[in-house]
């Protein structure tokens, strides 16, 4: 597998962590740009971390949870 390849587990796991911020978001009647602005970060790349096109960084997924009033644990369990 080249270097920056995933292997799909990975990118399965990544689309199953944007639901559950995407499913938190919603719960907690809040937009990606209220939550984006919350958190620091750009509406597009919360939404791509949404839709599971990009790695977040752990720091990126604290400021998420954090932004939603969400356990970071409730997002990756």
């Keep these: 597998m080249p270097p920056n390849e995933q292997p799909e587990w990975v990118h399965t796991r990544r689309r199953e962590i944007g639901e ?8 907690a009647k809040l937009t990606q740009e209220g939550v984006a602005l919350r958190a620091g ?4 790349n919360l939404n791509r971390i949404e839709q599971g096109h990009a790695a ?3 720091d990126t997924l604290l400021r998420i949870a954090d932004a939603i009033g969400v356990p970071l644990t409730e ?3």
Excluded: F
């Design 75 to 77: 997002l990756v369990r």
């Design 41 to 44: 970060i750009e509406r597009h």
């Design 56 to 58: 977040a960084r752990l």
């Design 20 to 27: 559950r911020i995407r499913a938190a978001r919603l719960e």
